[in-house]
């Protein structure tokens, strides 16, 4: 399969679970799944993005920054993502959250998980293209917040309380997605100061 393939794929499951995860995280009062939500809508622009740049790129043939500069933007809307969800989630563990309904949240989490997990091995092995690791690291990372917020949840709804797990949850996954983000900013910006093929 062509990464053009693969990259449309992706972005198709990623505008499939938007509509569920912001609906559900709406309904439930889960800030890990509108985040998560959220982060999927960043996903697909970045998915859309990544698209356009490699078919830039292959126009150019292969001279063209636009790789690396797709790459640039996804995961800087990463980054202003994860601070969003990191802002929330501290004003919610000063002010207090509100009651999660537990069961949606488990059951859509568990979704958006497998989604992610077919989105990774659809995107197979991205080494050496920055645009690609951008889009595999947006994906791994939504994977793995997927599963952090319905283990909250799942403790939440067993419980019968602790609402703050949801936000504690969605702050630890903004800080290592945010952390995954600055490094591959970094890896780009030294990639763009090579000089271009010509």
């Not at 859309?48 to 126009?59: I, K, Q, W, Y």
């Amino acid at each position: 399969m062509t990464r053009d393939r693969r990259l449309a794929l992706v972005l198709a499951i990623n505008l499939a679970m938007v509509t569920a995860l912001l609906l559900v995280g709406l309904f439930a009062h889960s800030l890990g799944v509108l985040a998560s939500g959220a982060d999927y809508l960043g996903d697909a622009l970045g998915s859309a993005v990544s698209l356009l740049a490699l078919r830039t790129s292959r126009r150019a043939r292969g001279s063209s920054r636009a790789p690396s500069l797709a790459a640039l933007l996804n995961a800087s809307l990463l980054l202003l993502v994860s601070a969003a969800v990191a802002l929330d989630a501290v004003r919610r563990l000063i002010a207090g959250a509100p009651v999660i309904h537990g069961a949606p949240v488990i059951v859509v989490s568990v979704l958006a998980a497998g989604a992610m997990i077919a989105c990774a091995v659809i995107l197979g092995d991205v080494a050496g293209d920055l645009n690609m690791q951008s889009v595999m690291l947006d994906t791994v990372a939504d994977a793995a917040a997927a599963v952090g917020v319905a283990l909250s949840a799942t403790i939440i709804l067993l419980s019968k309380g602790g609402y703050w797990l949801d936000s504690a949850v969605a702050l630890a996954i903004a800080l290592v997605v945010g952390y995954h983000a600055v490094r591959l900013i970094q890896r780009v910006r030294v990639d763009l100061r090579e000089p271009v093929a010509p």
